[in-house]
């Protein structure tokens, strides 16, 4: 609450004063009266005052936490035996600067201005909700309360300042403890800390120009904005945040739904956490290197733009959600499995669900003099994370990437760094660098899994730019055509978490005999340097070049299909060359066969224009029963009979596709149009058409 006070000298309509009158106080052009006070202490609300009878004087004032900063009065001076006399749409009087004191829980609806030289200060169990707008400048406003105490669950509030809490950026050490509890209250007063009635309003904390010190790591525990005054690329970087030896920086936790700031416990609305956090602008710096320890660290999904952090005894920027799977990945790490301080395990995933830092981002940091890694990124919830113009000089290694799933680094540079430009041992996926200079000065001992890829680098000329006998998954699975038929095994090299293929196999079930459980191979021809896609019988059915380097006999990338091409775009079409049409296997409507021996008169091409497979089944051995108006036929073998084949059964199915075959039952895609047993069960050939001669 702030007052603000309306005097005047209460006179006729001749102007002549008028002692002992009474004042009567309405909201702007209505008849609702208002609430005033007769003095700036008073509690007792009232609706009018009496001028002094000697000088007929008067004072009343009116309380910011009842009304608007912009509200407007009306008063009404009357008298018996005089005229009333009405000034309408008077604004509030001049604020009257001092302390407040706040006893009690109070909860504020109105639109708050809170001026220089106006604190609130708390006195017992006094507490602040502000569920209105509120605005105030870069100066103090609250005092003597407790973190938690002030709480905004408002969306008219642009930004907030520490300064409001007694903040102070004067480079001097005796304010870290106010400046640490002063940053601490801010944070937590967004959107409250119950747990139930907090709200997410993506709140931005404004940080002047000045060198902050603090007594101990600030936790970012909400879905928020710290950010810098004066920073950005191209400009001083910020405000400098200075944090003492053996003690992280800043630490963003998914926020407990508690009211100490710790980030414990278990969210009840996950709208509360500090997935999403920014932190902008800023100098990040510890006093001395001791324990291992980072500047700015992330548990949870956060975007880190235009910081320079530097002098920390673990690492620059350290981002872990998950507890790790450390084991043999950290190789020659020397960095070890440990946690940093002052994070617990279970702060990282886990039952309490307060992991996931997948999708992290940064943009522009400048990471110097960090004991280990100036980038450091580890744990099964620490993925698909994007670096861009991120400088680590001066640390054991430039970055480690010891993900799940893997990250991409664009423009990263790393310098003199003595162990490693980089180690990257993600686990199952691919950590990808882009345009990285990794010639400056670093140490030798690089690491690059197999899922290490390499676009436009410089100083990895002993890595290839592509890696696969670990890097990518190959999943096998059945590829459904659109009749709903499955004649194909489809391979997919995937690449994991990301739900997208990069390359895709298919082999045909009649002719190459696959089982669908049984996966492809990728395979090194290290003669031909070539990769190959075995099928079960060890014969290639597709073959990758895939890069272009000393190694390679290839001039550039190619890729090879023995097998033929699926080509794909309103259903499916399958272009192979031979010297005649195909005898074997088979075949779809729109199928080609490109002449291999091309010469004058010869076909160009042939096209299948009928569906079918072609060839004797079984040598005319097969035979089988089926019920008319149903798919399913047993037969005495299931010898050569495999999904997507063309089968006719005499007297009974002209021509239906095979769906499943399990032991000698065979599933069709249509139903029999009459009851037999022991027929003759044969292949229905495909119809090719030549398109013509040279």
């Known amino acids: 609450m702030a007052r603000w006070k309306f005097q005047g000298t209460t006179k006729d309509q001749s102007g002549r004063i008028l002692p002992s009158a009474t004042i009567s106080v309405y909201l702007a052009g209505t008849t609702t009266s208002a609430s005033v006070y007769t003095s700036v202490t008073s509690t007792t609300a009232v609706n009018s005052v009496t001028s002094s009878s000697t000088d007929a004087t008067y004072a009343f004032y009116t309380d910011s936490f009842d009304y608007d900063h912009d509200q407007a009065f009306k008063i009404i001076i009357t008298k018996p035996s005089y005229t009333s006399v009405t000034y309408d749409n008077l604004p509030h009087g001049e604020v009257v600067l001092g302390t407040y004191t706040i006893s009690t829980a109070k909860t504020v609806t109105t639109y708050v201005k809170v001026p220089k030289g106006v604190v609130y200060a708390k006195s017992g169990s006094g507490s602040l909700t502000f569920n209105g707008g509120f605005e105030a400048g870069p100066y103090q406003i609250f005092s003597g309360f407790d973190v938690g105490d002030v709480i905004f669950n408002t969306i008219w509030l642009s930004h907030m300042y520490p300064q409001w809490w007694g903040a102070k950026g004067t480079g001097d050490g005796a304010d870290a403890v106010t400046n640490y509890q002063a940053f601490t209250s801010a944070i937590e007063s967004m959107g409250g800390g119950d747990g139930a009635t907090e709200v997410s309003t993506g709140y931005t904390l ?350 550039q990338g190619f890729a090879g299909a023995p097998r033929g091409i699926g080509i794909g775009g309103g259903g499916w079409l399958k272009l192979t060359a031979a010297t005649v049409a195909h005898a074997t296997g088979t075949h779809e409507l729109g199928d080609r066969v490109l002449n291999s021996a091309p010469s004058v008169g010869q076909p160009k091409a042939w096209a299948c224009t009928v569906a079918g497979t072609q060839g004797t089944l079984n040598s005319g051995a097969t035979t089988g029963s089926i019920t008319i108006g149903t798919p399913t036929l047993v037969a005495n073998t299931a010898t050569g009979i495999y999904i997507g084949q063309y089968l006719a059964v005499a007297g009974a199915v002209v021509k239906q596709k095979v769906l499943s075959v399990v032991g000698t039952t065979i599933t069709l895609n249509g139903n029999a149009t009459a009851t037999v047993t022991g027929a003759a069960v044969s292949f229905v050939n495909a119809t090719w058409v030549s398109e013509g001669n040279l």
């Open 206 to 555: 404004l940080v002047p120009q000045g060198s902050y010190f603090f007594s101990q790591e600030v936790r970012i525990t909400r879905s928020m904005t710290l950010k810098g005054e004066g920073g950005g690329i191209g400009t001083r970087i910020g405000p400098e945040l200075v944090f003492p030896a053996g003690s992280n920086g800043l630490v963003v936790i998914r926020h407990s739904g508690g009211t100490g700031g710790d980030g414990t416990g278990t969210p009840t609305n996950p709208d509360h956490y500090s997935l999403g956090a920014s932190i902008e602008n800023f100098k990040v710096r510890a006093i001395g290197k001791t324990t291992k320890v980072a500047g700015i660290a992330l548990t949870s999904l956060a975007l880190i733009r235009n910081v320079a952090v530097y002098n920390f005894g673990g690492y620059g920027i350290y981002i872990q959600s998950a507890i790790p799977d450390i084991g043999s990945k950290l190789w020659r790490d020397p960095q070890g499995s440990e946690l940093i301080a002052g994070i617990a395990p279970s702060e990282l995933g886990g039952a309490g669900n307060k992991g996931g830092a997948n999708g992290w981002y940064i943009d522009n940091a400048l990471l110097v003099s960090n004991t280990y890694s100036g980038l450091h990124i580890v744990g099964g919830d620490s993925n698909n994370g994007v670096a861009i113009m991120v400088v680590a000089q001066a640390s054991l290694v430039g970055v480690s990437d010891q993900s799940s799933i893997g990250n991409t680094y664009i423009g990263f540079l790393p310098e003199v760094n003595t162990d490693a430009a980089f180690q990257a041992s993600s686990d199952a996926g691919t950590v990808t660098f882009i345009g990285c200079n990794f010639s400056e000065g670093n140490g030798p001992n690089n690491i690059a899994s197999d899922g290490t890829l390499f676009v436009g680098c410089i100083g990895v000329e002993n890595y290839k730019t592509f890696r696969a006998a670990g890097s990518f998954v190959l999943t096998p699975s059945l590829y459904n055509r659109n009749t709903g038929g499955t004649d194909v095994v489809q391979t997919t090299l995937w690449r994991p978490g990301v739900n997208s293929s990069i390359l895709t196999m298919q082999t045909e079930l009649p002719s190459e005999a696959v089982d669908a459980s049984t996966e492809t191979a990728l395979h090194w021809n290290s003669s031909d340097r070539v990769w190959e896609f075995w099928n079960v019988n060890s014969i290639p059915i597709f073959y990758l070049f895939p890069y272009y380097s000393a190694e390679s006999l290839w001039s």
